[in-house]
């Protein structure tokens, strides 16, 4: 197997005991060992991803885009087709799609052009799709992604997938379904919103890269603030296309798998589908060239009633919109064009945000954390804004801050299922926290307690909390002398012993010390004490 392929793997541990046939993973070597005569195949995985684009109003009409108005209160003439509307193209729509263009490393085609892509549903009331099929806005882009290998799961793996194209179109309306009434009913709201759709080159092997890849894509979106991305919410909808082959030889036929409402969920799925299409090869059937739902509840596909093969989409140029043209700089701009009006890629190009990636290597390089730490923070809307105003407020390594903010704040925000602008911990309350650890006024050990009493009571201040429960750190030479001395008097067997060369002992005197003086002491403070008073 080639490094991409023993790099690769499914999550899915069925599959590897109920199938003879492997996806070129790492459990391949295993396997073939059992079955050295049977060749082996391989998943091959592309995505088609449509991102809804954030943006006031719609690609070709001035309705506005909200998702949560009543039916139909968001459409203009032209998003319901009446004879004679013509479109007006969103400027900010096309922005998005070039800001995401460049985030993606793609060229971005000075010249681009609308089409006319043919249906016949009743929530597409023109009959057509306006999009971009000869020349897309967009296209040869790349996708950075990384995922975590090892049995702790701590080794990154960086891959990258191409992407073919970025095209805009709009979206169709929406049928909803009333099984009372066994009617159809159509919501006009969202029909001509902007999308862009993103088209990835077959490259992917499983539904754990394909995951990881869409993962990033969101992040790089939000962060771009083109889409939010939220997939649950259908803002972000990957179509999976699946196939199997034998390595070397060509791509078999592929299925396209839809209704994928979570990145887990598409692992699944597409795991699912790989697996579904080696079996049916394997018992000497056909893999059909058709759509299929995941269904979420089962974790299978079923085929969809209408068959790829059948459409004609019956493609020709969009006739009331012009040619597209972006322009690389002022200087290009044609004489006498107000270029306020125009998109300019490298105004656009000094707009670009930190992206994900840039965040997390800067996280790791200035704070020196880990780096999975730096993958957590990002992947959490707001933690990387939190830790480092922590780390801000505190003098404390950010390796220690670190500690708090993965497992008090984390562990807790995941406890109740928050998000980070939930959290009834603010940064500036933790770091008061940090800084009374670090400044001796309160030990490791009591800070937790203090957090999970902060976590209940914001409303009280870190110090008030300390005081009300009796937590300051004993500091006072004298009475920890005493406290040592009482426990040194009541354990003299062990005494004798750490004083017979096993000072391991010495562990449990000062488990003891921590638990009469419910964690109040510095552990190196009262170490020394105890070896002064038995040596
Ligand atoms: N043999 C294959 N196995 C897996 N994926 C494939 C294979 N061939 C093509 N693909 C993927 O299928 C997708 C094709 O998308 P594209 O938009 O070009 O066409 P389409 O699916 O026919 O059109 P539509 O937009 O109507 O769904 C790409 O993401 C590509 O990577
Ligand atoms: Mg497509
Ligand atoms: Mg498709």
Not at 359 to 382: A, K
Not at 398 to 411: D, F
Request: charged share 25%; proline share 4%; glycine share 6%.
């Amino acid at each position: 197997a080639n490094k991409s392929q023993s790099l690769c793997h499914i999550g899915n541990s069925n599959f590897i005991i109920r199938t003879t046939w492997t996806t070129g993973c790492k459990h391949q070597h295993q396997l073939n060992t059992q079955i050295e005569s049977l060749p082996q195949m391989v998943g091959v995985v592309g995505l088609e991803i449509h991102a809804q684009i954030h943006s006031k109003s719609k690609l070709f009409s001035g309705s506005h885009v909200s998702f949560s108005d009543p039916p139909n209160s968001l459409v203009s003439h032209f998003d319901a087709s009446l004879p004679g509307t013509l479109p007006v193209l969103n400027r900010r729509c096309v922005e998005a799609a070039v800001l995401t263009g460049l985030a993606l490393n793609c060229t971005i085609n000075k010249k681009s052009l609308f089409d006319r892509k043919h249906y016949f549903y009743a929530d597409m009331p023109a009959g057509y799709q306006i999009t971009q099929q000869r020349l897309p806005i967009a296209v040869n882009g790349t996708l950075s992604y990384s995922h975590f290998e090892g049995r702790k799961r701590n080794h990154v793996v960086t891959k990258s997938v191409k992407i073919k194209q970025i095209q805009l179109e709009q979206d169709s309306g929406k049928s909803l379904h009333d099984d009372e009434r066994s009617q159809t009913l159509i919501d006009l709201n969202r029909a001509g919103v902007g999308l862009m759709e993103l088209v990835m080159e077959p490259e992917m092997c499983c539904g754990e890269e394909a995951g990881a890849a869409v993962r990033e894509l969101q992040l790089i979106l939000q962060a771009l603030g083109t889409c939010q991305a939220n997939m649950a919410e259908g803002q972000l909808r990957v179509d999976a296309n699946v196939s199997v082959h034998h390595p070397g030889e060509p791509l078999g036929v592929r299925t396209e798998v839809k209704n994928i409402n979570s990145v887990r969920h598409l692992a699944k799925a597409i795991d699912y589908e790989i697996q579904r299409q080696m079996e049916v090869l394997q018992s000497g059937g056909t893999v059909l060239n058709e759509t299929r739902a995941f269904d979420s509840k089962s974790g299978i596909t079923i085929p969809m009633r209408d068959k790829e093969g059948l459409q004609d989409y019956r493609f020709m140029p969009e006739p009331n919109l012009p040619p597209l043209f972006v322009y690389e700089s002022e200087a290009s701009v044609p004489a006498g064009a107000d270029s306020t009006q125009l998109v300019l890629i490298d105004r656009l190009s000094s707009q670009l945000p930190e992206l994900p990636s840039v965040t997390r290597t800067r996280l790791v390089e200035t704070y020196g954390i880990l780096r999975e730490h730096s993958f957590t923070l990002v992947n959490e809307d707001g933690l990387v804004d939190y830790f480092e105003s922590v780390v801000k407020m505190t003098k404390t390594e950010p390796r220690k801050v670190i500690g708090w903010v993965m497992n008090e704040l984390m562990g807790n925000l995941n406890l109740q299922n928050l998000k980070v602008s939930q959290s009834p911990v603010s940064p500036c309350a933790l770091a008061e926290m940090i800084n009374l650890v670090r400044s001796g006024h309160i030990s490791s050990s009591t800070a937790k307690k203090v957090f999970q009493e902060m976590w209940k009571t914001p409303e009280k201040t870190v110090e008030q909390i300390v005081k009300e429960q009796d937590l300051w750190m004993i500091n006072d030479k004298e009475e920890l002398r005493q406290i040592c001395q009482r426990i040194v008097d009541s354990h003299s067997e062990e005494v004798q012993i750490i004083r017979g060369g096993n000072k391991k002992v010495l562990n449990k005197l000062m488990g003891e010390i921590q638990k009469e003086t419910k964690g109040k002491t510095n552990p190196l403070q009262v170490k020394a004490i105890l070896e002064e008073m038995i040596f």
